[in-house]
């Protein structure tokens, strides 16, 4: 059964918007209180930010070379930008977040990991670390090959790990993101390789690193920009780590407005999804903010169209 709400919320747009809350998909419940009336009424969530539409008002945006775009201040609860951010597209490697969220979830970072032969990804062009069959390291080696390399044979051994196999754990990243209000994404892998039924929402994408982010760990990670370390192979013998973070950023390649502090994020590339990046940073004053661009048409662009976003901060 579907309630369809009219209600304003002037802390996401100054808009008046429909939409329609299904008691029946989300198990958590969940009001706001209405600022023009004084009263309470279902709605989405009161601490998380709401549009149903795109949000350009007052905004300088030049996002005309990306399909989707988001700017969300975590802190107001304020959409500051929205274009076609309920728009089910390819995430590419930004999956990798609803991964890690699960891992850090179900696993613990002292996990021991055995890759089994499935890490052995043969898709032309995918960023791997190299793993064989009885490969072992630890979860939160596997959590920096996943986030700074996106090496999407680690994605494959965390998904067994946790799941018991990359359909369990697919499962298991639909339920996740069921229960965080992410009713517009459907999961069939854990790395973001092409598939026609594994897709989100920009702003699917904001609620799950919204999650992801209240683990230290992640936010650690992420904010990494090198890590070296060993693993094993099934012989025991050492196996040498040496990553660097895909994020510009980071690397002094890209560079945010004086105002903001980029803590880190995620890129993700595929012939599909064309480029994508998740950034989670922060204004002077230390509040959080999650922007989101998807399918924009280079790398190079997509940071121009980044910068300029976080310029709205």
Do not use: W
Request: glycine share 6%.
């Amino acid at each position: 059964m579907c309630i369809f709400l009219m209600m304003s919320l002037t802390a996401c747009g100054d808009k008046e918007y429909s939409f329609a809350y299904d008691r029946n998909r989300n198990n958590s419940s969940f009001t706001v209180a209405s600022q023009s009336r004084g009263e309470t009424l279902p709605a989405f969530s009161a601490d998380l930010c709401v549009a149903t539409g795109d949000v350009t008002q007052d905004t300088d945006v030049d996002m005309s070379q990306a399909t989707a775009a988001g700017l969300f201040d975590i802190a107001s609860g304020r959409v500051i930008y929205a274009k076609n951010i309920h728009e089910k597209l390819s995430p590419a490697s930004l999956t990798k977040i609803m991964t890690a969220l699960c891992a850090l979830k179900y696993g613990n970072p002292d996990d021991i990991l055995t890759a089994s032969d499935n890490v052995n990804i043969t898709e032309p062009g995918a960023v791997k670390l190299g793993l064989q069959a009885g490969d072992t390291m630890t979860m939160d080696q596997a959590l920096h090959a996943l986030l700074l390399k996106s090496a999407n044979d680690v994605a494959v051994l965390i998904a067994e790990h946790i799941g018991g196999s990359i359909e369990g754990f697919a499962d298991m990243m639909n339920e996740e993101a069921n229960s965080l209000g992410a009713t517009n994404s459907h999961f069939v892998n854990p790395h973001g390789l092409t598939d026609p039924n594994h897709y989100t929402t920009a702003y699917d994408l904001y609620l799950i690193c919204n999650a992801a982010v209240k683990y230290d760990k992640f936010v650690e990670i992420i904010h990494t920009a090198s890590y070296t370390s060993v693993y094993h192979d099934k012989n025991n013998n050492e196996k040498t780590i040496d990553l660097s973070t895909t994020n510009a950023y980071l690397k002094n390649e890209a560079f945010a407005p004086d105002n903001v502090t980029v803590i880190g994020g995620k890129t993700g590339t595929t012939s599909v999804a064309k480029s994508c990046l998740l950034i989670y940073s922060r204004d002077k004053s230390g509040n959080p903010y999650i922007s989101i661009i998807l399918q924009s048409e280079d790398r190079t662009t997509m940071y121009q169209e980044m910068t300029d976003l976080l310029d709205e901060i």
